[in-house]
């Protein structure tokens, strides 16, 4: 077994959920991230921790959906609700053998099925979770890589030391609670929402490994403004790309994307809290070079920032409520992030580089 599965593993045990004596730890993985479960698993016996290990792949994902009539969407996971209910920590590991499994997948199947286990899912946001991936082939030929190249690339974004590493993204959410609102200003862009109230997260590797990323979730019905996200994002199995959004009193009300606009139609459309934003968050962590495809990195590229339709956290006081909770990134080099009269990224700097 490659040394820094180890590592990665003992930190996601120890810094991300700090597993302790006694804890009941369930860990959902892809047959491919086997290694991993593997190494998680003896690190949370370690720590004194019990663990079971669910497998699970986007074929066998497929196949529900193929299946599955809407009563049966419909039809809520009491053993699966059981198992989390009874969990203290979750730890997620994604190492997809086909991205695009669902790209033929009807999006309101999807949907649907988000719903449904929308409570589930709130259920293991309000406990110790961390999601994570395994680098795999999958990944790598998404990311234009190598496999070596791409365990190279996540290892140097994930096999750091967090505590250090992110005093500067503490001293940036110290910045911004300090402001009520907060401006995002670049090509095609000019976004603005309410904060007062609201906390600015730190990412810090807690719940995302890797992190790297400032987040909030905005007052809802203040977001005012357009903007335009040229990072392509991976739904539902398909790339959707140049997705541009306008918002008045907090709700979208126009949108476009050149490629996949079906599927950002559906996300909008889920429900109630789908055509708002849950979150707006500052790309902080320098070491990831590049966009990949993959949402757990591209979000926190360095000279970015991203905005998530739909669900809030809870953590950041969050109100809005919604089955998805879907990311898009922007570039922000040739941008400008303010809060109050204070610049938080200016030509390529964040406050604390100027």
Not at 46 to 61: A, F, K, L, R, T
Request: net charge negative.
């Amino acid at each position: 077994m490659d040394p820094r599965v180890k590592e990665h593993a003992k930190i996601l045990v120890e810094w991300s959920t700090e597993v302790q004596k006694g804890d009941m730890v369930v860990i959902y993985a892809s047959p491919v991230a086997h290694d991993l479960a593997i190494a998680v698993t003896k690190e949370v016996a370690i720590s004194g921790g019990s663990s079971v290990i669910v497998m699970q792949s986007e074929d066998v994902m497929k196949a529900y959906y193929d299946g599955a009539s809407n009563e049966t969407l419909e039809l809520f996971p009491k053993h699966l609700n059981a198992l989390f209910e009874n969990c203290d920590v979750f730890i997620g590991i994604s190492a997809p053998v086909n991205t695009k499994a669902l790209a033929n997948v009807d999006p309101m199947k999807i949907i649907a099925r988000s719903k449904t286990n929308k409570e589930i899912n709130d259920m293991i946001v309000a406990k110790r979770w961390v999601g994570t991936i395994h680098p795999c082939t999958t990944l790598a030929q998404q990311g234009n890589m190598s496999l070596e190249e791409y365990r190279d690339f996540a290892y140097n974004a994930m096999l750091i030391d967090w505590k250090n590493e992110s005093k500067n993204w503490y001293l940036m959410k110290e910045h911004l609670e300090r402001h009520d609102d907060i401006r995002f200003v670049g090509p095609e862009t000019d976004l603005y929402a309410k904060t007062e109230g609201r906390i600015w997260i730190a990412g810090d590797g807690k719940h995302n490994m890797p992190c790297g990323e400032v987040f909030t979730a905005p007052i809802e019905d203040t977001v005012e403004g357009k903007i335009y996200f040229d990072i392509p994002l991976l739904q539902q199995g398909k790339v959707i790309e140049d997705v541009r959004l306008a918002f008045e009193k907090g709700e979208v009300v126009d949108f476009s994307a050149e490629k996949s606009e079906d599927v950002l139609k559906s996300i909008i459309e889920t429900d109630e809290g789908s055509n708002k934003l849950g979150e707006m968050a500052i790309g902080t962590n320098r070491g990831i070079k590049q966009h990949t495809l993959s949402m757990l990195f591209d979000e926190k590229i360095g000279d970015t920032i991203h905005c998530a339709l739909g669900m809030a956290y809870p953590d950041a006081n969050g109100t809005n409520q919604s089955a998805i909770h879907v990311d898009i990134i922007k570039t922000m080099k040739e941008g400008e992030i303010t809060a109050g009269d204070e610049v938080i990224y200016k030509k390529g700097k964040y406050f604390y580089e100027m």
